[in-house]
């Protein structure tokens, strides 16, 4: 039963453009939402969160928003660069428990 | 501070075998959460520790176990391995492990666990 899904298995993106990675959800009990980035033979990092509450987070180049009737969250990175290659997993949270999406390969093409 | 801290990095291991895997949260912290990465599954929960107790479980079979020792530090045990239990394993910590503001879990650079 796949709670959180990002559906688009991979996203390739022009340097200082625009990335948005998608992802969906279907239980309406999760509360917290976030997204981590995941460099090869490292552990995810925490990049940026938004509560239920909310529909936008904004830190730097990195926007979350949150569409609770849809069910959907989204990263927008802007501008995007080289190092931004990378994985991306969205989460959800309800208590504590996090459940994770399967992730989306982003690359930044110089 | 000190970040998470997994160790071995590396294990490979026989069919049939167990192994432990530790994991050392940031100072403070008493909330180890346990994850399974495999390509194309994300990042599968096996369980939580809070305070020595564990509070949450996910759907794994009983050969893979945890505990929490009074430091906070967690052990993860798998035993009579599978070939499909080769996969990289993340521990995370953080304060009261409910994910909320001021709560994120950190992760650990992970174990990878390579079954033969």
């Known amino acids: 039963d796949q709670q959180v899904k990002q559906n688009s298995p991979s996203l390739s993106v022009q340097e200082g453009r625009i990335s948005i990675l998608n992802c969906d959800y279907t239980?309406?009990?999760?509360?917290?939402f976030l997204w981590y980035k995941k460099y090869p033979a490292e552990g995810p990092t925490f990049l940026i969160s938004i509560s239920s509450i909310k529909d936008k987070n904004e830190d730097g180049r990195f926007t979350v928003f949150l569409n609770k009737s849809a069910k959907h969250l989204s990263l927008h990175i802007v501008p995007s660069q080289p190092g931004d290659s990378a994985v991306y997993f969205c989460?959800?949270?309800?208590?504590?428990?996090?459940?994770f999406g399967a992730g989306t390969i982003l690359r930044v093409k110089s | 501070k000190a970040g998470v801290t997994q160790t071995p990095r590396y294990l490979i291991k026989t069919r049939g075998q167990q192994v432990t895997l530790s994991c050392s949260p940031i100072s403070g912290h008493r909330s180890v959460s346990w994850y399974q990465q495999t390509p194309g599954q994300g990042l599968q929960f096996l369980f939580e520790y809070f305070s020595e107790t564990q509070r949450n479980k996910g759907n794994f079979p009983g050969r893979f176990s945890g505990r929490q020792f009074s430091n906070s530090r967690s052990e993860m045990n798998v035993s009579t391995l599978e070939l499909g239990d080769s996969a990289l394993y993340l521990c995370?910590?953080?304060?009261?492990?409910?994910?909320?503001?001021?709560?994120?879990?950190?992760f650990g650079a992970g174990t990878r666990l390579s079954v033969l």
């Open positions: 239980n309406s009990m999760f509360d917290y």
């Open positions: 989460a959800a949270s309800a208590g504590n428990k996090l459940v």
């Open positions: 995370a910590s953080s304060y009261r492990g409910a994910a909320g503001e001021g709560d994120i879990q950190y």
